[in-house]
Structures are given as C-alpha cells and as structure tokens.
C-alpha cells in the first residue's frame, strides 16, 4: 500500500454526526388503482429509502471519487495513489482496498479506451460487488426452533437490534421468544421487555446480576414448551477485550449447544458502523471467541465510512447480513449486496 495508510490509521478519529434524520417522503412505496402497493412500487421504494440514507457514504465515497476523475482523467500513477487514500478514509480497509485497486487497474486500459466518468464508476461498482460477493439471508434451522444469539458491545444498538429482529418475525406469523441474558444491565431487560410488549413476543428475564447462561437455558426450555419458532438471546455488552467476559459468552452458547440442536443457527454480531476500524478489530476477536456467522451493522445511515462494509467482508469474511439506516422499525434490513452498491452508485451509473 501507498505512503497514506500510516498516517490514517494512526489519526485521530473524528466522530461522525449519528443524530437521527427526518424520514423523506420520497422513499414511499407506490400504488395501483385499488391503494395496494405494488411489488415493484416497494422495491422502488426501498431503494429510494436506503439512496437517500446513503448520501454521507456516497458523498465520502463516490462522490470523491468523481471529483479525482475531474481532476485527474488520465489513470495514471498518481491517480492511483490518490485513489487509495479516498478508499481508505472511507473505511473500506487495506485488504478490500488492495483488492479494488487491483480490479480497477485492470481494466484502466477499458476506461482510458471509453475516456468517461461513466465507464470508471461502473468499472468500481463491478468491483465493489466482486468483494461484497452474494446476499446470504439469515440462517433458518431446518425444523423446530431456530436460535438466533446476539452478541457485540455496549452502544451499539444490540438490545434494540434484538427488538426489532423480535417484532419482524412476529409480523411474519412466527412465535418469539426474547431472552434477556444481558443481566447486568436492569436498562437492558426494562427495554426488551417493551419490545416484546410491543412485538407480542414473550421474554424470558431473571434478575439483575442473575447468571447469563441460567437465561439461556429457561428461554430455551420455553421455546421447546411453547413451540415457538425463534428463540432470540440479548447478551451482555462487554469490550472486545476483557477476556473474563467472553468466556462468559462462550459458557451462554454452550447452554444452547446442549439445549437444542443445532443451535446457535445464527451469531449476530452487533457493530456500530460509525467506530470504522475499531469495528474490524471487535468482530475479530468475537469471531475466535462465539465463531460469529454475520453481521448486524448499524447506524449506516450516520456516517461516511460506511466503506467499512467492504472492509470487514473482505478482511473477515463474516457477511453483512442486517444493516440498519435509521430509527424505526423498518429500518433494519436484510442487507442485499446489489442494492447496496445501486445505492451506492445512484445515479451515477447506468445500470
């Protein structure tokens, strides 16, 4: 890599404005003559909503990218370089960075033959799909209850991540049950009790302080009792580094292991997308620990780094599988590798 990553990885990091935005109308999904919405009306709509939450990725991104083309259209050495150091404010990390720089060298020949802005930005989003590679859904056990652990650190949404998973399951038909195994916190489990009262999910709680791997254990009894289709477990917040804590983590799944088979079918780790390379290091030292499937990756609609996305995919190999963009309920998404990038590039290339 060139002589900028040293500089940006040792920088102070400025945090990014996460204040909520007001929603836009223009993400509404469309109609037919009878008010129902239509299925390509809400895919309308869904794009449009997650263009617009975008725009500070975009505009630190994309639209710095364009700006260099305007300034340097010959891609040259120098352009290059320059390249490199936008990827890597962006947060899109040294190995997925690598990786887009090599793509686009290759095909410079291709770009310096159409001489356009167009054919770069199509060139770049090609290769921004090459890394994030295909959509990979939730996993979904093959029968009986499928348990879905969350893990992660303080502030980053986990609990709330945890609701709104809860009531979009329970709007799908299915029968859910919220673990409270955050016990240190009484916050934790006063708010996941008004998710589950609000989603119609029961929670399984026991007492502040109360043993972690206990909740597991009685949520999962529950769910065999009742039937239910999701178990999903609220765990502790802790730092990445306090070893003490994730050994705790590991005796919670074992407790599932034993309980029901199969399980967990899903570790989700809960990343805060505003905390850029700190959250590559987190998820890797919770990827040894709980063997993370994917990622949950929040407040993407308040910052400019969101090229952190590439970074862990690329550096990790853990797939973004949830991405939240803003305050309600609908906001956490599956995370689809395609929309992303059309966001992303919107109205920038011709698809």
């Known amino acids: ?36 919405v239509t299925e390509a009306g809400e895919a309308r709509g869904v794009l449009a909503r997650l ?18 083309f305007g300034r340097r259209p010959v891609l040259d050495e120098e352009f290059f370089e320059e390249l490199e150091a936008i990827l890597l404010q962006a947060d899109v990390g040294v190995k997925a960075t690598e990786r887009l720089l090599r793509g686009l060298e290759a095909g410079a020949a291709e770009v310096r ?37 969350v893990v992660g650190v303080n502030g980053t949404g986990k609990t709330t991540t945890v609701g709104k998973l ?38 399984i709680r026991h007492e502040e302080g109360g043993d972690p791997g206990a909740v597991a254990y009685d949520a999962c009894q529950a769910a065999k009792a009742r039937r239910a289709d999701y178990v999903i477990l609220d765990t502790a917040g802790r730092l990445h580094t306090r070893m003490n804590l994730m050994e705790e983590l590991k005796k919670v799944r074992r407790v599932v292991e034993r309980e ?8 989700l780790l809960v990343l805060d997308a505003t905390s850029g390379q700190n959250a590559i290091a987190q998820a890797r030292t ?28 690329e550096e990790l190999g853990i797939p973004v599988k949830l991405v939240g963009i803003g305050e309600g309920v609908e906001d956490l998404r ?18």
């Not at 263009?51 to 260099?68: C, F, I, N, Y």
């Not at 029901?260 to 079918?265: D, K, L, M, R, Y």
């Not at 599956?334 to 590039?345: G, I, R, W």
């Open 51 to 68: 263009t617009e939450r975008l725009a500070r990725t975009r505009d630190g991104l994309v639209g710095k990218v364009e700006a260099l």
């Open 1 to 36: 890599m060139g002589r900028f990553v040293k500089r940006l990885f040792t920088r102070d990091e400025v945090k990014d404005d996460t204040r909520p935005r007001p929603p836009s109308e223009a993400g509404a999904p469309s109609a037919d003559a009878d008010g129902r």
């Open 113 to 149: 033959q159409g001489g356009g802005e167009k054919d770069l930005m199509k060139h770049l989003k090609e290769e921004v799909l090459d890394v994030l590679g295909p959509r990979e859904p939730l996993a979904k056990a093959p029968s009986g209850t499928t348990v879905v652990m």
């Open 166 to 203: 809860g009531h979009r399951f329970r709007a799908e038909g299915a029968k859910v049950i919220l673990g409270a195994s955050d016990t240190f916190r009484a916050a934790a489990i006063e708010q996941l009790e008004i998710w589950g009262e609000r989603a119609g999910a029961d929670v």
């Open 334 to 351: 599956d995370f689809d590798p395609v929309e992303f990038a059309d966001a992303l590039f919107a109205r920038r290339v011709l698809n």
């Open 260 to 267: 029901i088979p199969g399980a967990p079918h899903e570790v």
């Open 286 to 313: 919770f990827k040894d620990a709980v063997d993370v499937t994917g990622i949950a990756l929040t407040k993407l609609d308040g910052t400019a780094k969101g090229g952190v996305v590439l970074a862990i995919r």
